[in-house]
């Protein structure tokens, strides 16, 4: 739900000189990530890892300790993106 947009939500545009002064406004974009997508997707990430990336110092295949925190994270990441794109899509925003 984007909820209602506040009066006060506009914010100038100052990034470049011909787009000075334009008006454009700030959304909170609140998403609930499901746990198993996120595991769906962290699972093709180490399998993928496993088939393609090499770790000095490993087996090939093996996965590290130090590299599974930033596969999930990087699963994270994958299911919110697409669940903000998904929202921008469904709401025409």
Known sequence: DLGPVADDDEAKYLESED???RVVHNFWLTAIADG????KIRLDVLKQSAKNANF????KGQIP???QPKMTNFAL???LVSSCQEAITRFGV
Do not use: H, K, T
């Open 19 to 21: 787009e000075l002064g």
């Open 36 to 39: 198993n997508e996120i595991e």
């Open 56 to 59: 000095p110092g490993f087996r």
């Open 65 to 67: 300790p130090y590299a």
């Open 77 to 79: 990441q994958e299911v």
